[in-house]
Structures are given as structure tokens and as C-alpha cells.
């Protein structure tokens, strides 16, 4: 809510319950397109993608989605994780949220980009395009929350399978 310029209010009163309001910002942008039921959404033909997320929700999310597309998943808590699984492990692509403790997610691209060049990256952030624009320049970065459709593109763009779409990296 903070990120979009509004905020969050809990009211908790024990025995009674709590009550958690989100207040946004109105907005005057358009509605996004919503897909023609006949509109095809790229699939990973079964690629196997080495997904990298700290907070286990997400990174059940993101996996689940992952599998609903048609792609394998090999899952990672942490950067370090994940280039001892890239040790022994042949994985198609990389899919990695950018804020983790320790070694970030860009870190952890340059480094996997350094060892194995041939490894197409994509990055997942829930912090606006300003704040990870300078250090992620270099890599496509999708924004969260992200839909079924929007990580589809994104990996096919890439080299993930599917159709290749056309898409505005936040990065680039």
C-alpha cells in the first residue's frame, strides 16, 4: 500500500477481532486490457526454470503459476542456494526476486551471467521502477505482483518458450 502512496490500518481489540483497511490512492489511468478468452498465453513447453524467492508464499506462488505454464521448477531461498543448485543442475532459465538478505537478486544475476552466460534472467521486484533502475539496468525485471499472463510474456520474451512477446522491461 505505502509503495502506491497510501497505507494500511489495523484495528485489533482482543476477543472481538481485528479489522485491516487498505487505503490507495485513486487513479485516473485506464483499466488494463483484459485478455480475449481466445488470446493464447505462452507456455514453457517444459523448460526447467531455477526460481529464486525468499518468503515462502511467494515463492509457492510463483511456483505454482511456474507448473500451471508448463515449465519445471527447481526452487531456491536464497542467492547462495541457488548457484550451488546451478553447480549441479541443468536449468533452462532463472527467474529471482531482486530484494533478498544477503546477496541480492541482482547480484545474483551478474554472478549467474558471469558463469553461465547462456542462462536467459528474469527478475521479479515489488519496489517501484526508480528504486532498482540504476543497479538492474542490464536485466528484464517484471513487477509484483504479476499475473498468470504477464510472467508468461515475460519468460517467452527471454527465451522461456512460447510466443515472444513485446514488453516494457522495468529495467531497460
Given at each position: 500500500?505505502?509503495?502506491t502512496?497510501?497505507?494500511?490500518?489495523?484495528?485489533?481489540?482482543?476477543?472481538?477481532?481485528?479489522?485491516?483497511r487498505l487505503?490507495?490512492?485513486?487513479?485516473?489511468?485506464?483499466?488494463a486490457?483484459v485478455?480475449?478468452?481466445?488470446?493464447e498465453?505462452?507456455?514453457?513447453?517444459?523448460?526447467?526454470?531455477?526460481?529464486?524467492?525468499d518468503?515462502?508464499?511467494?515463492?509457492?506462488?510463483?511456483?505454482?503459476?511456474?507448473?500451471?505454464?508448463?515449465?519445471?521448477v527447481?526452487?531456491?531461498?536464497?542467492?547462495?542456494?541457488?548457484?550451488?543448485?546451478?553447480?549441479g543442475?541443468?536449468?533452462?532459465?532463472?527467474f529471482?526476486?531482486?530484494?533478498?538478505?544477503?546477496?541480492?537478486g541482482?547480484?545474483?544475476?551478474?554472478?549467474?551471467?558471469?558463469?553461465?552466460?547462456?542462462?536467459?534472467?528474469?527478475?521479479a521486484?515489488?519496489?517501484?521502477?526508480?528504486v532498482i533502475?540504476?543497479?538492474?539496468?542490464?536485466?528484464?525485471?517484471?513487477?509484483?505482483?504479476?499475473?498468470?499472463?504477464?510472467?508468461s510474456?515475460?519468460?517467452?520474451?527471454?527465451?522461456?518458450?512460447?510466443?515472444?512477446?513485446e514488453?516494457?522491461?522495468?529495467?531497460?
Amino acid at each position: 500500500a505505502a509503495q502506491t502512496g497510501g497505507r494500511a490500518e489495523i484495528e485489533s481489540v482482543p476477543g472481538k477481532g481485528t479489522t485491516v483497511r487498505l487505503l490507495l490512492p485513486r487513479t485516473d489511468k485506464a483499466v488494463a486490457k483484459v485478455l480475449d478468452a481466445v488470446e493464447e498465453i505462452p507456455t514453457g513447453d517444459g523448460l526447467k526454470v531455477l526460481l529464486v524467492e525468499d518468503n515462502d508464499a511467494v515463492r509457492e506462488f510463483a511456483e505454482s503459476l511456474l507448473v500451471d505454464l508448463d515449465y519445471r521448477v527447481v526452487s531456491a531461498r536464497s542467492a547462495d542456494e541457488a548457484l550451488a543448485l546451478l553447480g549441479g543442475e541443468a536449468v533452462d532459465l532463472l527467474f529471482s526476486d531482486v530484494v533478498m538478505p544477503e546477496r541480492s537478486g541482482i547480484e545474483l544475476a551478474e554472478e549467474v551471467r558471469r558463469k553461465y552466460p547462456d542462462i536467459p534472467i528474469l527478475l521479479a521486484s515489488g519496489y517501484s521502477d526508480e528504486v532498482i533502475k540504476g543497479s538492474a539496468v542490464e536485466f528484464d525485471i517484471i513487477s509484483k505482483p504479476y499475473s498468470v499472463d504477464t510472467l508468461s510474456r515475460a519468460l517467452a520474451k527471454i527465451g522461456g518458450g512460447g510466443a515472444a512477446a513485446e514488453l516494457e522491461p522495468v529495467g531497460r
